[in-house]
C-alpha cells in the first residue's frame, strides 16, 4: 500500500527520507521525471502538464494520495489540478502547506484572519518559476501579516546538484546568498523552497551565519503526512512500493545512491 512521492528529479528524495524514517511501516513509490527535469525554468503551462501526466500516472499504479515533492510543480500546478477536479478517492498534496504552518505556527485548516507572527523578514530561495509564480507569498498573506518576503531566484543549482557536482552547487548558493543579502541584509528566517536544496542546507546555512533560522522541508513535510494519514487512514492506496524515473535509470540510481548514501534502484517509468 504506497503512497506516491513525485518531484522533476532527485530533490524529492529529501523528502523521502524524512518520510521513511517518520513513517517506517508506510511503503512509498517515489517518480522522478528526470527526463524533463529541472522544472524550474520551463512556464508554467509545460510544469503544469508534465505535472498533471505524472501525477495521473501514479495514481493509475494505485498510490491513492500523491505528494508533490517538487515546490515549482507545487508552485505552478497543485491548484490548478485541484480547481479542475481531482478523481473520487484520490488526493494530491503539495509541500508548502507544512512550511507556511511552521512559519505561522498555525494549521492549515484555521480560517481566522491574518494575525502577527514573529518572523518579520523571511528570505526565501526557489526556483526561478517558484519565485515567478509567488504562490509562497501568496499563501502566507492569507495567513500572517507584516512579514517582508524577498525571494531570490537560485538559477543553475538543480543543474549542479542532479549532475553531481557539489562544489560548484556550494560556489552557486554562496553567490545566490550573497545577492539575496544586497537586498535584505538581516533576514531572521530563510525558507529552502526547493526539495533539492536541504542537499546543501551545510552551505545555505554557513553563508547566512548562525543567527539565521533555516526552515526545510523534509521533516516538516513527513510530520504533515504522518497527521493526515492517522485521520484519512484510507489514503495509503494499493500501488506497490519502488523508484520510477522517466531518465537514464541507472544515471539516476547512482545519483540517488550518492545522495542518499545507500543502495538506490529505478525502473523505467
Known sequence: MAVGIFDSGLGGLTVLNAAQTRLPDVDFLYYADSAHAPYGVRDAEDIYNLTRNAVQDLWSRGCDLVILACNTASAAALRRM??????????????????????????????????????????????????????????????????????????????????????????????????????????????????HYPLMAEAFQAALGPDVQVFSQGDLVAESLADYLQRHPDMLGTGEAGFLTTGDSKKVSDRATQFLRRQITFQAA
Open 82 to 195: 485541484q480547481e479542475e477536479g481531482v478523481p473520487q478517492g484520490k488526493r494530491v498534496l503539495g509541500v508548502f502547506v507544512p512550511l507556511i504552518e511552521a512559519l505561522t505556527e498555525r494549521r492549515w485548516g484555521d480560517n481566522s484572519p491574518p494575525r502577527e507572527v514573529a518572523v518579520k523578514h523571511v528570505a526565501l530561495f526557489a526556483t526561478p518559476a517558484t519565485v515567478a509564480s509567488r504562490a509562497f507569498q501568496r499563501e502566507l498573506a492569507f495567513r500572517a501579516i507584516g512579514v517582508d518576503v524577498e525571494a531570490q531566484a537560485c538559477g543553475g543549482v538543480v543543474d549542479a546538484i542532479e549532475d553531481g557536482d557539489m562544489i560548484l552547487a556550494e560556489a552557486l548558493v554562496r553567490s545566490h546568498v550573497d545577492a539575496l543579502k544586497r537586498k535584505m541584509p538581516h533576514p531572521q528566517a530563510a525558507i529552502l523552497g526547493c526539495t
